[in-house]
């Protein structure tokens, strides 16, 4: 027997492991972790993205569990234009809106959600030359959250590329009855579809904080046992763009959640998906035992 970690909860069962193409998965307990980490190698992103979303959902079909709940995606020279796919610059040759559209045509090839109900995910640009993915997959129910404040991510215009991020801004997903753990989408400075404040980081955090706000309060709405929860208690990662930006980013967060929740967020150097962003945060909020008295047992 063995156990696999699920955001803090746990799946107790028999282990099992597999490599479908350039995808490595583990599975216990009707839920599945995967990674893939692909070479570039001068090759067009969205032919690459399209293929590691294959390999992707094959290893679900190999590990029987149907649903991706949460991914994280890591592209190489996120802003620079895709050579390999267009002979000349245009607006849809950055490798973002490649991989978009990479990414899209996997999800609607195998029969996923690619629009509404799509996973959260986020994307982040690193340096090097490796297509990086990681994913959370499993057989519980889902439910996406929008975000009342911005347009789903799904329906951008097309100024933002020739297709659309397939990202839902955070997803419910149903461990157990009555909890819901609360995966947040990577979350930035963006109100309906515009990014907001350009050069500004600290009113950018205060903008993507405000957006957490947010998301939260629908997620409420949509489970009304999360009423009550706050974007302090997230287990937050924080992207910053710019390294000298750091301790602008760590102060805004302890002034709006306090010292204790800014220093127990995980603080990483990436680009974020749009040139003028320069900080994004992502997590998840673990659900909060159900008192006996709501479960219907005498206290």
Not at 16 to 41: M, S
Not at 119 to 138: E, K, N, Q, T, W
Not at 141 to 152: G, H, I, L, S
Request: negative net charge.
């Amino acid at each position: 027997m063995a156990q696999a970690a699920r955001d803090g909860l746990w799946a107790a069962g028999p282990l099992r492991e597999g490599r479908r193409g350039g995808v490595h998965w583990r599975a216990a307990g009707g839920l599945c972790f995967g990674a893939l980490d692909q070479v570039c190698g001068g090759r067009p992103l969205a032919d690459l993205a399209r293929a590691a979303y294959a390999d992707v959902f094959a290893s679900l079909r190999d590990a029987g569990v149907p649903r991706l709940l949460r991914v994280w995606n890591y592209l190489p020279a996120i802003h620079d234009d895709d050579a390999a796919a267009l002979d000349a610059p245009s607006e849809a040759s950055e490798r973002y809106r490649q991989f978009n559209i990479g990414r899209q045509a996997a999800f609607i090839a195998e029969g996923h959600d690619a629009f509404a109900g799509s996973p959260a995910a986020c994307a982040l640009g690193v340096d090097g030359d490796v297509l990086s993915l990681r994913f959370i997959a499993g057989a519980v129910p889902t439910e996406a959250v929008d975000n009342p404040r911005q347009v789903p991510a799904w329906r951008y215009p097309g100024q933002y590329g020739p297709k659309a991020p397939t990202f839902s801004r955070a997803s419910l997903v149903d461990f157990e009855p009555d909890r819901s753990t609360l995966m947040v989408s990577g979350t930035a400075s963006i109100v309906g579809h515009g990014s907001c404040h350009p050069g500004d980081v600290r009113a950018q955090t205060r903008e993507t904080l405000a957006n957490l706000d947010a998301v939260l309060a629908q997620a409420a709405r949509q489970r009304p046992a999360l009423a009550g929860r706050h974007a302090r208690e997230l287990e937050a990662t924080v992207y910053v763009r710019h390294a000298r930006d750091l301790a602008a980013v760590q102060d805004e967060l302890a002034t709006a959640w306090g010292e204790p929740a800014a220093r127990r967020a995980v603080y990483l150097r990436a680009d974020v998906c749009r040139r003028e962003l320069l900080v994004e945060i992502e997590g998840h909020l673990d659900p909060m035992p159900v008192p006996a008295t709501a479960a219907g047992v005498a206290a």
